[in-house]
């Protein structure tokens, strides 16, 4: 069974410009979550969808930054425009819609690195 | 602030030594994850504590919730190069699917 894919691995952007990152969950799971680490910090939350639905976006920074999951699987994060403070390495975890915070299966995550 | 303060930040060792890495907290979490993370790859799930004071073993590694729910540690007995990594605790609070971590031991064993 796959796991939790990120595309891209590493992403190398100029300040202003936009960047679409995209996680595939593990088929069947109805939780997905973005988390990121940005240099010298912790795995901070980002947001939470149900399927299609944003359960909680309680940890997105501001709004330059937009995720969508259309039709329930497949999610995107955008960031438009990127700022130097967005770099860092965002990850993708999901879960099946039976756990209720016992864990969460992670992608290998995106590095994005903004100049 | 950061929820959960993990230490120590660095650990080097070396092979068939033991160690502890402890998690701390003054909130309570109704479950605690403890994941390692190799270079260029996402966290995985070692286990999943959920009662205060449970204890789960998993060969060498012994992981242990505080009777509070607050805390947790991670004891590895006689450490193998291969056990280097970056070891992460992570809490949930209210059952709720939201993960605070803490800032991650880098463990390295030397042979």
């Known amino acids: 069974e796959a796991g939790v894919t990120q595309f891209p691995s590493h992403s190398v952007i100029e300040k202003g410009q936009t960047v679409t990152l995209r996680c595939d969950p593990i088929?069947?799971?109805?939780?997905l979550y973005w988390y990121r680490r940005v240099m010298g910090k912790e795995i901070k939350f980002l947001l939470h969808?149900?399927?299609?639905?944003?359960?909680?976006e309680s940890g997105m920074p501001n709004n330059r930054f937009l995720a969508e999951r259309t039709g329930g699987t497949y999610s995107t994060l955008k960031v438009q425009p990127a700022e130097l403070e967005d770099s860092g390495v965002y990850f993708c975890a999901s879960s099946p819609r039976s756990s209720r915070g016992t864990e969460a299966f992670f992608g290998q995550g995106t590095r994005l690195t903004v100049v | 602030t950061q929820l959960l303060e993990q230490s120590p930040q660095f650990l080097s060792i070396q092979e068939g030594e033991n160690l502890t890495v402890y998690c701390n907290s003054s909130?309570?979490?109704?479950?605690l994850q403890w994941y390692r993370q190799e270079p260029g790859e996402g966290p995985v799930l070692l286990v999943t504590v959920v009662t205060g004071g449970e204890v789960k073993k998993l060969k060498r590694l012994t992981f242990q919730f505080g009777d509070a729910r607050k805390d947790s540690s991670l004891h590895i007995t006689a450490a193998q190069p291969g056990d280097t990594g970056l070891y992460l605790c992570?809490?949930?609070?209210?059952?709720?699917?939201?993960?605070?971590f803490g800032s991650g031991t880098k463990l390295n064993v030397k042979p």
């Open positions: 088929s069947g799971h109805d939780n």
């Open positions: 992570a809490g949930a609070r209210n059952n709720f699917n939201k993960f605070y």
């Open positions: 909130s309570v979490f109704s479950s």
């Open positions: 969808f149900v399927k299609e639905s944003k359960q909680d």
